[in-house]
């Protein structure tokens, strides 16, 4: 029996026979050996994620960096296996992911950090990191850091009124219509400049990071924001970065196409290149997100009233997106079963179920009305696209926070025949 072609199906995500693999790991076995909830990073894609990025950027001829931000997840292992590639530097939004990723060795110029709601004790750390790449985005960030450490360059995060997200969804949006609170208003832009001139602050960069997954419908509405930009860029009188922040989304429905991104490059060149500028971007979501699965067991199987539910033994504590942000969420069968059923990825003979959690709140659903293979008791399941924002954003919520964390590595032939 062959089965059809899944739409994220691909070199290192697949179905053998009937169990499914992350890179050379079955998935089974794994979560047989090593209990569930658990989390499996797969290093290879990670490295491709980052390459495709580099590659997009340099067909573009753009001198550029990549700061992979470590909100998306902050698993140690992950941390160092992107050091020890050396293909990019992490972008930090707290004194505490600043000293992770100075403890898994990156230096200091290799970190961009962008805060908010900076305290004063977030500022005494920065400041003592005089090397790394600080975007300020609030006038108070300027006026406070100006007093601690007259002369520094910084870059601003300013807020365009123009935001990205992944579909229409406004709760992804950071620099929509809707007033937020992140960055500085063009409206306050000068007075900013005038701030940091008043405590010698050089302005070298304009930072913006507007959304949330954005991937080719929304490229329009990145070309505007480019646009917009040119006008910050032009304000300095040594600019030598435009920060683009992150954003880039990755396919998590059927119907998603990935992000064109040599169109996106292109886009960047046609705004920025004439202005000799290097370009920084920090991508999270992208770099981790297809890289993992989180695998759960299912703990029940019940039909109540019109809806067949399927409950696992983890909730949306240790994985937000579904809940918080109302995003779609592909989940697939770890083993499928029924073999002699011919399966279609929308094929009659699935089952539609609804996925719920173990946590005692109305809003642990991660997906709803879903068409599954059968699935029985005991089974495991994978959330496919679980390797960004799941395990980073978790809590102990009910204390049923545990889970963990398996990363693979591609093997060195050393153990083997
Ligand atoms: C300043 C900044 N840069 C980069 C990112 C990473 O975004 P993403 O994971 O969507 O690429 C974020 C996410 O919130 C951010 O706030």
Redesign the pocket.
């Known amino acids: 029996m062959s089965y059809c072609k899944w739409w994220w199906q691909r070199d290192d995500l697949r179905y053998v026979e009937d169990s499914l693999f992350l890179g050379e790991q079955n998935l089974y076995s794994l979560a047989y050996s090593a209990g569930s909830p658990c989390y499996v990073y797969n290093s290879t894609r990670i490295k491709q994620n980052i390459l495709r990025i580099h590659c997009a950027l340099e067909s573009a001829s753009l001198p550029h960096c990549i700061f992979y ?1 470590i ?2 997840n902050r698993n140690p292992l992950l941390l160092s296996y992107v050091r020890g590639l050396g293909l990019s530097g992490i ?1 930090c ?1 707290s004194p505490s992911e600043l000293l992770l990723a100075r403890q898994v060795g990156f230096f200091e110029e290799e970190i961009t950090y ?1 805060g908010t709601s900076v305290s004063n004790d977030d500022l005494a750390i920065i400041a003592r990191h005089p090397g790394i790449f600080l975007n300020c985005d609030s006038l108070s960030e300027i006026r406070r850091l100006g007093t601690l450490a007259p002369g520094r360059e910084i870059g601003i ?1 300013i807020n365009p009124n123009i935001g990205l997200s992944y579909g229409a969804n406004l709760k992804l949006q ?1 620099s929509g219509h809707k007033t937020t609170k992140f960055g500085i208003y063009k409206d306050s832009f000068l007075e900013a400049l005038q701030l940091a001139a008043q405590y010698n602050l050089k302005v070298t960069g304009i ?1 913006c ?1 507007s959304g ?2 954005f991937l080719n419908k929304q490229l329009p509405v990145f070309e505007m924001l480019l646009n917009e930009l040119c006008w910050y860029v032009d304000q300095l009188k040594t600019p030598k970065y435009i920060n683009l ?4 989304g990755v396919p998590i429905v059927k119907d998603d196409s990935p992000l064109d991104l040599e169109a996106w490059a292109k886009l960047i060149a046609k705004y920025f290149a004439p202005r000799s500028l290097k370009v920084f971007v ?5 770099i981790v997100k297809d890289s993992g699965v989180l695998l759960l067991q299912v703990t029940t199987v019940e039909r109540k009233q019109d809806k067949n539910f399927i409950y696992v033994n983890g909730g949306f504590n240790i994985n937000l997106e579904p809940a918080f942000y109302e995003l779609p969420l592909e989940v697939v069968p770890v083993v499928i079963r029924g073999r002699e059923t011919s399966y279609t990825d929308s094929g009659a003979d699935w089952i539609k179920v609804t996925i719920a959690g173990n946590i005692n709140e109305v809003i642990d659903i991660f997906a709803e009305d879903i068409y599954l293979p059968p699935v029985q008791e005991d089974d495991y399941l994978a959330f496919i696209n679980a390797g ?2 799941g395990s980073s954003m978790s809590s102990n919520h009910c204390m049923r926070g545990n889970f963990m964390e398996y990363f693979l590595y591609e093997r060195n032939g050393a153990f083997s025949d």
């Open positions: 931000a909100k998306a972008d939004c962008t995060r950071y930072h990071h949330w997954g922040g992150g954003g880039l920090e991508p999270g979501d992208y960004g924002y």
